[in-house]
């Protein structure tokens, strides 16, 4: 685990899933239980695919952020979440339109996630 600056974040813990709370901005992590990792490298070409296992201990659901470092030349090319026995992928659609469906998910206290590059070589998620 290592931090990364940018803008207004300072010393943000990349690769941890905490729990946000405006209330209460200090971070809460969440126990992360395992981590896979598989690598297909053809040529200069590498596809990399990691699988991180975090536990809610918490008694209700709670809205999380998740920061990933990438290799500024890389990009996120899929996303998938399971809960429980259900199964979230990862749709693209345009910035705005993404902000406006995870808001209202949340204001109606269904299950979203949101996902963005935030620079060249962070990728973070809502969830």
Do not use: W
Not at 82 to 104: C, F, N, S, W
Not at 108 to 116: H, P, S, V, Y
């Amino acid at each position: 685990m290592f931090t990364n600056s940018f803008g207004e974040y300072k010393n943000i813990s990349c690769g941890l899933v905490s729990m946000v709370d405006a209330a209460h901005p200090e971070v809460s992590p969440i126990p992360l239980l395992s981590v896979y990792v598989t690598a297909l490298v053809l040529h200069a070409v590498a596809q990399v695919e990691i699988t991180q296992n975090y536990m809610n201990k918490e008694e209700q659901p709670i809205e999380a952020i998740y920061y990933f470092p990438i290799d500024p030349d890389g990009a996120v090319t899929n996303f998938r979440v399971e809960l429980d026995d259900r199964m979230i992928k990862g749709v693209v659609k345009p910035k705005e339109e993404a902000q406006r469906t995870y808001d209202q998910a949340v204001a109606n206290r269904t299950t979203a996630f949101l996902g963005e590059e935030i620079k060249a070589d962070m990728f973070k998620a809502l969830a």
